[in-house]
């Protein structure tokens, strides 16, 4: 396809200038476009397709960036990305270097609020909102949410309080789980353009301001005025919640009808007061396999052939032999299934993200998704405990920590003994500082009564899963998005005493304390100083808390000069910070280096790419025990 128009939009001010058309064929070559570069690079492709209309639309209708857009999530903002002068740089779109898979401020002014974490959005724009009333300022202001996020206490919260206020806010509900039917779908279309037309809502407010002016009996008139307006709605509207909440309620639309979107969008963008479009979406639209498969397509692979295609089908990934942390969960969590009736799994909308597609699959009736709230999710778990049950809760490293009063109060506090299972710990890789699991050690840690570990693979991971499951208070077990490098299908588990260390290689010169899969990396490392007459202890730190004390002593007592710790997570708070702290009050005398994530955001590029940047790899390992050890001049 010829780009005609995409390639001239350098900001929103371009789409302005162009015919009803010209906005359609734009349309299409966004969709064409951004099927063509994220087949090949790889990135969120269904959300996107799904509003190339509404975004559009929205660059159309408002005035950008003076008018505050602010998206939920991000995996939608693609095409808000192309439309807002960044159409050079998007094939480099979550690589390393690039820009940035999700909305971020530093990255353009049309980036009003960063978005990583769903259901933010209604509460941010609330807060530009009331700055505009506070600055005495005349923009207007608009979030565009998910009928996923809205299942997250958040924007119900902000919805709850924007009603309260009563002042200008527009809430995009882009809804892409409903089907338009014909005749519900036109009714409603014809609804909505009577009720948001100024005329009508002008009208409407003068013939209730007139009732003001009436006698006694003024009172019965309103309330049967509006006992009707109600009454109305509830047959025609599905948005009497809404309207309770102080919304005016418009919609539903089909948010592929360009022109019906932008006819509604400047009916109703001067309404000075909270409103809420409800706009119907297909994820995937545009390219038949994403349309039938949305959550396959939710993200993609880079697969280095363009397919830019509509019809065509993506080429086949190969998968690696050995499972990923994500498949062996799953797998585990089916065979404990199969062997403890007691247990059931719990996940925050990621079934599949968190592997447990087939659990699903298997025991329908011991499986619960609560949506995007993981605050409820880890309460929820919490009070199937103390009845007997062991719940095991898969949530995401980073969206684990939105839970983190949950965890405390109505887990540990109690002695609960509920499993957390963090995927997608340490490096995310493209996805960048929201999504990676930088902080779950620090903040577990300074939790007490929890059990915290992290297995070096799959094998080690079913050890430490029937541990827990034997243990008799709240266990969280982390691990990255990676291979599990290791694992038997079908395997005895070795159950493990808590807070137990295994001495993986023995050795004199320095010993490295390493967590999870970075086991492997130290024991590269040390076979390869071996080399090189200097002796290096491995040991698989699995439990970071409690830690090995006994082993830690051994340390002090051999006179060892040197350790390294290395862990996937923030230095600040981390396990080498609790290592550290244990030895010099139990009169270490040597050199202790922590390696892992700085005190900084660590942005998105591939895991390799990351764990170089930060000396995580082979060589940044060797290198640092080098240093430590004074004989990098020698070595170099």
Known sequence: ????????????????????????????????????????????????????????????????????????????????????????????????????????????????????????????????SEARYQNKKDYKVVSVIGDGAMTGGLAFEAINNAGHLGRQITVILNDNEMSISPNVGAISKYFTRLISNPTYNKLKQEAWGMTKKLPLAKGTIQSFLSRLDKSIKNIIVPGMLFEEMGFRYFGPIDGHDLNEVIKTLEMIKDLDRPVL???????????SVAEDNPVKYHGVKANGNSNGSTNGKASKIKKNSIPSFQDVFGHLACEVADLRKDTVCITAAMREGTGLVPYEKKFKDRYYDVGIAEGHAVTFSAGLATQGIRPIVAIYSTFLQRAFDHIVHDVCVQNLPVIFCMDRAGIAGEDGPTHHGALDIAYFRCIQGIVLAAPKNGNE?????????????????????????????????????IGSWDVEKKGDDLVILALGPMVYSALKVAEELNTQNISVEVVNCRFIKPMDNSYLKTI?????????????????????????????ENGFKGKLKRLGLPDSYVQHGSRSQILSQLSLDDSGIKTKVLELIDEVKEFH
């Open 1 to 128: 396809m010829q780009l005609k128009y995409l390639p001239n939009i350098k900001s929103p001010k371009d789409i302005k200038k162009l015919d009803s058309d010209a906005l359609h064929t734009l349309c299409e070559e966004l969709r064409f476009y951004t099927i063509n570069t994220i087949t090949e690079i790889g990135g969120h492709l269904a959300p996107t397709l799904g509003v190339i209309e509404l975004t559009t639309a929205l660059h159309y209708v408002y005035n950008t960036p003076e008018d505050k857009l602010v998206w939920d999530v991000g995996h939608q903002a693609y095409a808000h990305k192309l439309l807002t002068g960044r159409f050079e740089e998007f094939p480099s779109i979550r690589q390393y270097g690039g820009l940035s898979g999700f909305l971020k401020r530093s990255e353009s002014e049309f980036d009003v609020f960063g978005a990583g974490h769903a259901s933010t959005a209604i509460s941010a724009a609330l807060g530009m």
């Open 277 to 287: 479009l409800h706009v119907l979406t297909k994820k995937g639209k545009g390219m």
């Open 461 to 497: 991971f079913r050890d430490l899963l029937y541990t827990a499951l034997n243990h008799s208070g709240p266990v969280g077990i982390r691990y990255p998005k990676f291979s599990s490098i290791e694992f038997d299908e079908v395997g005895q588990a070795n159950l493990l005493p």
């Open 556 to 584: 002090v007592s051999r006179s060892i000069n040197n350790v390294l710790t290395i862990e996937e997570g923030v230095i600040e708070g981390g396990f080498g910070d609790g290592v550290s702290s244990f030895l010099v």
